[in-house]
């Protein structure tokens, strides 16, 4: 069995520079949601602090996740990039666990509605090949083309 933890848990560092600051994934998700300048920004997520969301722009727009377009006259717009439009599953992802293991009785502050059919609907991971549902019970992890085995203990790095 290969030593897959090395190559998932590289992934996931470079991962969580980029997302694993409490702020970050707020602004995403409202961007998502619409919200593209930053007042509403700073008004919608709680930041009271220009420092904070100028800092934490920045480096979504450094990572390549937002545009910054300034429109003149003081009116500045922040979009989602292509990569930005990417992290779609993980933000509904992550509301979807929420509203399943932190929401009361009263139910999820927000339901997503499918535009095309115009039905609630509730995101559900599967298989892109045969459409099932996938289950981590029944996926496995192999080496990808990316995949670098690890140096053992008597190779080194020229």
Do not use: K
Not at 53 to 59: D, E, F, G, P, V
Not at 82 to 107: F, K, S, T
Not at 112 to 128: F, I, N, Q
């Amino acid at each position: 069995m290969l030593p897959l933890g090395v190559g998932i848990r590289a992934v996931a560092v470079q991962i969580n520079g980029v997302l694993g600051d409490r702020w970050t994934i707020l602004l995403i998700a409202e961007a998502f949601f619409g919200v593209h300048r930053f007042s509403d920004f700073a008004r919608d997520i709680g930041i009271t602090n220009r420092n904070l969301l100028t800092s934490r722009l920045r480096m979504l727009i450094d990572a390549g996740i937002l545009t910054r377009t300034d429109h003149g006259g003081g009116r500045v717009d922040y979009r989602l990039t292509a990569a930005g439009r990417d992290l779609y599953p993980i933000v509904i992802a992550m509301m979807v666990w929420g509203d399943n293991h932190l929401i009361g009785p009263e139910g999820p502050p927000v339901v997503l509605e499918h535009r095309p059919c115009g039905h609630a609907t509730s995101p559900v991971l599967v298989c892109d090949h045969c459409r099932e549902p996938l289950d981590p019970r029944d996926v496995d992890a192999t080496a990808g083309p990316g995949f670098q085995q690890p140096l053992g203990a008597d190779e080194q790095v020229s």
